[in-house]
């Protein structure tokens, strides 16, 4: 077959392919991951936008700078989700406020909501929608924060990569962080 023969084949099956989709991913107890389109209990939702293994989304072509294409009503889909604040590896003195930031691309729609979690638990204090805050007066230690965003009309969910962060204890040999 020629290319174009090959490429019109492929769009004609694109087509016929559902627009979205919803993919159940857990681990068992034995470490093993395991992928489903069925829910399973403690089963986290990764939606997969349309987009088959071959970069042919029911939209035609997926790629960088191509949106997947959107059902009616559903909202925009979400193109970055990144935690801008704290960066990773970053050392903070448990003195200074630690300032946490989310980046949404293309912002954040009104059925979307985020749930902040910091060393795996999920902090209450801040509202469905804050994508920035400060985190004050933490104790020495390594802490992990994650984000995840769903979508209430479509269930869907997407978590941006988890940030590692530091607090040490003020130094008495670095006088700028010693408590005056």
């Known amino acids: 077959m020629h290319f174009w023969q090959v490429l019109i084949a492929s769009a004609t099956l ?11 991913k ?27 293994a071959n970069g042919i989304s029911a939209g035609g072509f997926a790629g960088p700078g191509i949106a997947p294409p ?15 604040s704290p960066a990773r590896e970053q050392v903070f003195f448990n003195d200074d406020v630690v300032s946490v930031r989310l980046r949404v691309e293309p912002g954040l729609q009104p059925t979307q ?9 999920p902090l209450t204090d801040q509202g469905p929608r804050s ?6 007066s933490l104790a ?20 941006a990569d988890s940030v590692t962060f530091y607090v040490r204890q003020p130094s008495e040999l670095a006088p700028q962080h010693k408590k005056s």
């Open 14 to 24: 694109a087509a016929f392919a559902a627009p979205a989709a919803v993919v159940y």
């Open 131 to 136: 994508l920035s805050f400060g985190l004050q």
């Open 26 to 52: 857990w681990t068992d107890g034995d470490g093993v991951v395991h992928y489903s389109d069925q829910p399973v209990p403690g089963a986290e939702t990764i939606a997969t936008a349309g987009a088959s």
């Open 113 to 121: 909501t985020i749930t902040w979690v910091l060393n795996g638990q």
């Open 140 to 159: 020495r230690g390594t802490y992990v924060i994650a984000a995840t965003v769903t979508d209430a009309s479509t269930g869907v969910s997407q978590t």
């Open 70 to 84: 959107q059902r009616p009503g559903a909202g925009a889909a979400i193109t970055a989700l990144a935690i801008e």
